[in-house]
């Protein structure tokens, strides 16, 4: 899937590393420069594409989620806000499914930036009283940053819903998540770490609410090491969904479960408050250390 991104025809050539493209019904910015390929939907600020120049693809996708505009994109970086979860509807917030706009970019020979906004309307008062602009930067090179800027007067959750490409989910291995964990699929039970480490023998859906500020992926039979930077978090959640409910997804491959992990930069258990000059943050920064 992440090939088919950069084969797309393209629109409009905004720049010499930058250009729209369109796939199905979505717009998407796609960035080929010497050091990294990208690309970033219009709808939902969403990443669905980072790999660094000679490395293989960082950021999962499903080869089976629809670009319809108003569903949401299965994989990528989904950003979940104003809410994380089933706490409104649509689930894990608004942002995700509507369009965002292109508001700034710029480039230089390490890489691109990219800065796209959404502000309330019509449609986002029905489904949540506040005024609030938001912004999502980028930065695309060796690493990856990103960053949601949240502007108004209210209180929101939200997550940065990564998904990861692995070679093989049973020889993963989460590190850094802290001691004190939240088990979705057993409840809502509080659990308790003693190393503060996951790894994937079935389905598991955690909020870890007492992380490290780095998680690494230690993806063993891709013989690589994920490092996800965490900044203004309260929360880290970790999901796979395992074989069982794999398979009941419309918009993932039976088997889908065993080539990503979801490690997510969250506000989960302590809502990000947002007020006149100080806008609520959450960011995360993306880098590879490859093994001998």
């Not at 796209?116 to 609030?132: C, G, I, M, R």
């Not at 998680?215 to 074989?243: C, F, M």
Request: hydrophobic share 40%; net charge negative.
């Amino acid at each position: 899937m992440n090939e088919k991104l950069f084969t797309l025809p393209v629109v409009n050539q905004v720049t010499p590393y930058i250009s729209l493209r369109q796939i199905d019904q979505l717009p998407v910015i796609v960035i080929s420069h010497p050091k990294v390929r990208a690309a970033v939907t219009l709808q939902g600020a969403h990443l669905v594409a980072w790999q660094p120049s000679g490395e293989k693809a960082v950021i999962w996708l499903s080869e089976k989620t629809p670009f319809t505009a108003g569903k949401a994109i299965r994989g990528g970086v989904p950003i979940c806000w104003p809410w994380f979860g089933p706490a409104g509807e649509p689930a894990h917030g608004f942002a995700r499914i509507l369009p965002w706009t292109l508001s700034a970019h710029d480039e230089n020979e390490d890489g691109v930036m990219l800065t796209l906004v959404l502000e309330s309307n019509e449609q986002t008062k029905k489904l949540w009283p506040h005024d609030f602009t938001l912004f999502a930067r980028f930065r695309f090179g060796e690493h990856c940053e990103m960053e949601l800027e949240a502007h108004g007067d209210y209180e929101a959750t939200a997550a940065l819903h990564s998904y990861f490409a692995v070679e093989d989910i049973a020889g993963v291995e989460v590190s850094g998540l802290g001691n004190h964990f939240i088990d979705k699929v057993n409840n809502g039970v509080t659990g308790v770490s003693e190393n503060g480490r996951q790894t994937y023998p079935s389905r598991v859906d955690r909020i870890h609410t007492q992380p490290e500020d780095c998680s690494l992926i230690h993806d063993k039979a891709g013989n690589r090491v994920i490092e996800v930077y965490h900044h203004y978090q309260s929360d880290v959640v970790t999901w796979n969904p395992g074989a069982e409910l794999s398979c009941s997804l419309a918009d993932m491959a039976n088997d889908g479960y065993k080539t990503f992990v979801c490690v997510e930069t969250a506000h989960v258990s302590k809502p990000m408050k947002s007020a006149g000059e100080k806008p609520a943050r959450l960011g995360t920064t993306l880098r590879l250390r490859n093994k001998a």
